[in-house]
């Protein structure tokens, strides 16, 4: 089945630690994107790629890294530098606009 | 700069009643506008969509929503809502000539029985 595949479902990550979150679609997508929700606030976006080796800072990637080595794979690191990282993180591919999510993964700050 | 406002934080609705959750946006060129449904800690799920064409627009689950230019708004609608409805609804807006997509802050729709 095509889809996008986000990992771990949970993550727990002790302050001062760097983690990275997996992404991964088999739908030939050219457009990935990573939002963050939180309660209240909606999605916002992180960081999003057009293209492999190419991405664009979104509205919040402050503490956050990305790369695009691959056109199926598009990690997020979500770095020390983070103050506030705990969240839902979605990871979305595109192809016209239309966005298809995955399940997403939960981040928590122990 | 992109932005889409959803003004409402919830909607109440009776069962069998029309419902209507309401979006405005704001871009720089012609806009691709979206609405996408969520349901308890899952991904969001695609409605429908409008970019070019008639302004009445209709989608899943028997939902539609109106474009209006001159307002700026793109408005969810449902003539009957059932309580299966109950979610949490996101507006979402990328302008023709770029690939940024960003969404509302999100409306919790709640239809009571």
């Known amino acids: 089945d095509g889809g996008i595949t986000q990992s771990p479902k949970y993550l727990f990550r002790k302050e001062g630690q760097n983690v990275t979150l997996s992404c991964e679609q088999n739908?030939?997508?050219?457009?990935m994107y990573w939002y963050r929700q939180d309660p209240g606030q909606g999605l916002r976006l992180i960081y999003y790629s057009q293209i492999v080796n190419d991405f664009q800072k979104g509205d919040i990637a402050e503490g956050y890294s990305v790369s695009r080595e691959k056109k199926e794979s598009f990690p997020l690191t979500v770095t020390s530098a983070q103050k506030n990282p705990t969240a839902f993180y979605l990871c979305?591919?595109?192809?016209?606009?239309?966005?298809?999510f995955g399940s997403g993964t939960r981040l928590t700050v122990v | 700069a992109q932005s889409v406002a959803q003004p409402e934080d919830q909607v109440n609705v009776a069962e069998g009643n029309p419902l209507t959750v309401k979006c405005t946006y704001s871009v720089s060129g012609n806009p691709y506008l979206f609405w996408y449904v969520q349901y308890p800690n899952r991904g969001l799920q695609f409605l429908l969509k409008y970019i070019t064409g008639d302004n009445l627009v209709k989608g899943s689950y028997g939902f539609e929503a109106e474009f209006n230019k001159s307002q700026t708004s793109f408005h969810l609608k449902k003539p009957s809502a059932l309580v299966s409805d109950s979610a949490l609804y996101f507006c979402?807006?990328?302008?023709?000539?770029?690939?940024?997509?960003?969404f509302g802050s999100g409306t919790r729709l709640s239809i009571q029985p």
């Open positions: 739908l030939n997508h050219d457009a």
């Open positions: 979402a807006v990328r302008d023709m000539s770029a690939s940024k997509i960003i």
């Open positions: 979305a591919s595109s192809q016209d606009g239309l966005l298809t």
